[in-house]
């Protein structure tokens, strides 16, 4: 089945070409037959990098050798705000795509003048235009000719999907040899002449402040360069890392912190989200049009822990000052908003700042990677214009960093006599899910709110529904109920500090509604399959379903300690559909044998880093689903080493076959964030079909299992 | 300063240097190596791992001292872009990471094993990569990437 691509209006520009519109903050081509690419998205460790040079290369008929991509600078790239929400292709890919396109009609252009030929009978390949009489220049004989201090202009018209050769094409990611090769490329193994070396001092206990400080330990250590105090921020920096290792540690025990602030408690999440002032905003309303009466209503209740970025690789910056002007180099997913926290903060003009993108370690949404750019920035200011590289500390990261929100989500339903859904209640409870920097009337930063004139911290807030939404992600129906109310309460109070992580709230909105319409169809006795496919409309919804289904043979025999789940969702609605099977095993523990997964992302740029983002969301949703919660006390987050906070190991992998369907006519979209929700929920359900029992909170550990096991009637 | 003398890479090292000291900073901070990475400082990770003798074993834990007169192998000294492991070959080949933070310590790991079992099952790769962690869920396609190696060298 094939239907007509959405055509882009002939009027407007891709978004982030709208933003920045200029052809030349895109693209350069040299003499010497290389074409620079600055995208303004960056490499997260997803890919991003290859598909993007993969669609410059093909919509310009060059090989890819010649294609030379530059991370994002505030001093040259343009604008495209954050490398989140699996947008990547969507906005920067499309805006390349019709850059490129109109770059090739210049060049067309410019050589049908030279040759004397007619435009229409030039062909290019690998960068070489030739036309009829064997005619023929180059993209870089002409690249001083053909200006691209322009701005793009609308309706232009790239190639169709059957004449693009490299989109499509598992090309090898251009960033994977110097990885294995061990050359340095990311920011931690980044050196800079004279560079210093920095630490910074965070407390234990949740929002302590710094009330005394006796320096002389630190003062004492050999190579110290300076220390700095500004309120409750302090830091050292040293000739070696080692020394500022040392010095950091002796500021340790010179330090003395004021209480800090409450946490909540961590074995009753629900219960705290419950109990906090709030800001509620309905988010969908599906007025009734049948007016059913229902019979009875059923509520359930599903939570999901906070959960930590925990990258392997502690966050890293380096900080420059030269007079009042400051370089930061730092993993960033936004160089720009970053830029304009730090031009908040320092109150300078942002054109003072230049801000640099590096690889980091693996980045799953805000991390510290925004935080500890500043910590290296206020360090540097004491540095005499040498540049301080800063790297947190394992436990810092796993403490400091914002996490993943914790959720409460409650769904009732209102059945008929039949037990079919009438009506439809969501609500969640939930910190907001964003407090990324460059947004809002004050820094995000941490080091911003322990400064002695600090800023007070920023409380998580929501992205909108058009935008995807945030704890409210996911949250709105796929399936024809007749009516539907969505609600989102969102927390005005933070005391754990909460921001983006991967999939914002649809992880946990998904987890709710698969596992509810899990139980509504254990209720009826109607098979979970054959059940959501009766509820959807949706061609492609119900594709990946039946492809994931069919890929694991669903629904295999019953079998003494193991069960089978399935979930599915469209990402953020709009995103990738993603459908998944759970195969688990339970006897003294869970083991999840074996995911099955169908992915449709309209056109696959790069069918196997597609597929590499689907296994690799897979597996880290079953490390969440199994291991992760972020643990606290009163005073202070206890997690801070990875005994404290586990992930999946290799052992306890499971094996993950993806089916990807591909649609090379439909816009492509991204797929870092397709396969959480559903992974989540299957195994949810997984468990389900194998003990009866239903585990309405993350994580679904052993203890958790015992406990209901014992509770159920 | 006391004195210490080892291999690296098949290099002979003499150097003086406090013996308390890991051999993650003696790496990377005097000899300016970035193959190893450092991850968590506590040995629980395995993004540091090096070769000591014929074992794969985490930097940021081990002090100087214990690694006098030991033949210790980074990542630099596996292979390079001319002259590559199987395995550096067969990771590319697999497209077998996502970041790629944990690598340097995976690769280590997987050629301790090949060394001292050069046709191991699925399950022995597994456990012999238990001990370190991806984040990005990669797992797969190193096991894949660590077999597809041992595959290689095993052809005549």
Redesign the interface.
Known sequence: MSRPAPSPSAATLPVSLAANPRLSSWLEFSAEGRVTVRPGKVEIGQGIVTALAQIAADELDVDMARIQMVGASTAASPNEGVTSGSLSIQQSGRALRYVCAEVRQLFLEAAADRLGVERTSLSVEDGTISGPGNVRTSYWELAGDVALERDATPGIVPKPATERRLAGDSVHRIDIPDKVFARPRFIQDVSLPAMLHGRVLRPENSCARLIELNEDGARAVAGLVAIVRDGSFAGVFSETENGAEAALKALRKGATWSEGEILPDENDLAAFLKSQPLESTVISTKPTSTGGDGKRTIRRQYTRPYIAHASIGPSCAMAQWSGDKVHVWTHSQGVYLLRTDLALLLKLPAESITVEHLEGSGCYGHNAADDVALDAVLLAKAAGGRPVRVLWSRADEMSHAPFGAAMAIEIAADLDAGGEVLHWHHQIWSNGHAARPGRAAQPALLAASELANPFPRMISTNPPQASGGGADRNAVPLYDFPSWQIESHRLLTMPVRTSALRTLGAQGNVFAIESFLDEIAAERGEDPLAFRLRLLSDDRARDVIRAAAERAKWKPPQQSGIGHGIGFARYKNMGAYCAAVAEVEIDKDIRVRKLTLAVDVGEAINPDGVINQIEGGAIQATSWVLKERVRFDRQRITSTTWSDYPILRFREVPEVEVELIQRPELDPVGAGEAAHGPVTAAIANAVFDCLGVRIRDLPITRERLIAAMESAP | MPHVRFRLNGVEMNIDADLD?SLL?IL??RF????P??????G??G?CNVIVGDRAMSSCDMPLWSVADKDIT???G????NA?HPL?RA??AE?A????????GI?MSAAALLKRNPAPSR?E???A??R??????????M?RAVLRAAAEMAAP
């Open positions: 000291r900073d990377r901070g300016g190596m970035t193959g990475h450092f991850g968590c400082g506590a629980e990770c993004a980074t990542l630099e596996l292979g390079s872009a590559p550096q990771f590319i497209q990471l996502q970041c790629g933070y944990c690598v340097s690769l399950d790769v597994k456990e990569l238990d370190n962690l991806c984040r990005c869920g990669a797992h797969n396609r096991v």
